[in-house]
């Protein structure tokens, strides 16, 4: 495996990966930990995940480099995604015991019936290098808190930022089985998911690769949430304030270089504010800094490959042939590194790359539609339904326009963001089940009923 720093091309390390005996060891040592760690109290484990808080913000700036190096998020954005990690690990300190509680429910005359939620055991996380922490600790803190022991594989590109995780969970206190990282290729996930001691799998990632786990995780009967890719719509009806719907716009789709599966990237806007909008979230980006991750005023930094980068390029491309026109951005920067510009077109004809598949770069299709119901149209023509966004003066209006979108979760005057409170996932070919709140606790647990009469 190796590290390749996208800002320059160049090779930081190389790492061999964990033959057969190290995956062994790894899986019987989660295996075994289970057996021990399920019979901690919540009340232990929200301690020991406090502690995990405190070390990630007492560690933010190691973290945070070593993120901006692997993949080129810019600095300031790699230290709130640590922060927003720890948040994540407060929350279920604080919550998990509640969350958890037993349920009571209504029983015949002389019984009582509860269900108490217990831990399933192992659980393999297979995840992504775009938030190379927030997304292993959105399964981490609410998985280990129930009582299930992890096992990481990562994506390539990341290896450093996989170890350091595996450092932070036991130097907080936990059992060295509770959180492993297997370095592995991603044609070795089969075998390890087919191992009896894995007891379930989550994946955030392509659909390409959620179709294979999930294929395999099928085979052999084994639970999986699938967190996957978004073309989400970005809705401005003609009562919006266009300022604020701009402006937000602009760092929707260009946060962490466009590589986000709730990016904005689909922005579907009024005729009657279509130029105000344009002229605004145009001169937004076109405002954003691109350059050096390492440099606090960075906006947007590389993107996270070369070969991503290229492919996004193709997108580009292949939908000004079929008719697109480019506002601004649209090659390739000419200097070292995988440097793609923030890039809006306009006039894109559907079912061309940036209108039919996901574009995880800084790239912004934007659409002119004539009413509310060509608007809501719009929104859904696409295969994914992860995030919306909606933008109106009439909040009642917002709420019935979101009702109509196909989505896991819209927002109204407001960018799709995930938050540990809030239920976070998709449908479509966005994926199924969801993370983060009590939604997410829930999703690894065996909901037991307890019957006593
Ligand atoms: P992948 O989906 O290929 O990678 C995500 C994770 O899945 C990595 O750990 C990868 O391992 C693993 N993986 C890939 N294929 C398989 C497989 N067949 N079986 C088991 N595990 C697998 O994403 P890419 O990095 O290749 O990015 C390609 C595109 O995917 C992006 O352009 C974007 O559209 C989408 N994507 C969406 C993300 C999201 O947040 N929803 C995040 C990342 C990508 P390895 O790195 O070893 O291949």
Redo the contacts with the bound molecule.
Sequence with gaps: MERINPATGETIETYDEHDEGQVEERLSRAESTFETFRDWSVAERETKLAGVATLLRERMTEYAELMTREMGKPIAQAEAEVEKCAWVCDHYAEHAGRYLQDEQHPSPPGSTVKTVHEPLGPVLA??????PFW?VFRFAAPYLVAGNVGLL?????VPECALAMEDVFRDAGFPDGAFQTLLI???R??AVLSDPRVKAAT????G???R??AGTAGEHLKKTVL????SDPYVVLEDADVEAAATTAAWARNLNGG???IAAKRFVVHDAVYEAFIDRFVAEVESFTVGDPMDRDTDVGPQA?QD?ME?VHEQVTGSIDAGATVLTGGEPLDRDGAYYPPTVLVDVPQGCPVDAE?V?GPVAAVYRVHDEETAIEKANDTEFGLGASIWTDDLERGERVASRIDAGCTYINELVKSDPRVPFGGVKESGYGRELSEAGIKEFVNRKTVWRQ
């Design positions: 297979i995840m992504p290098w775009n938030f997304q594989k990562h994506a390539s590109n290729s991603s044609d996930v089969d994946l955030t990632g392509s390409p690769a959620g294979a786990v967190e996957l890719g978004g590589q986000s599966c490959r991503l492919g996901e995880f």
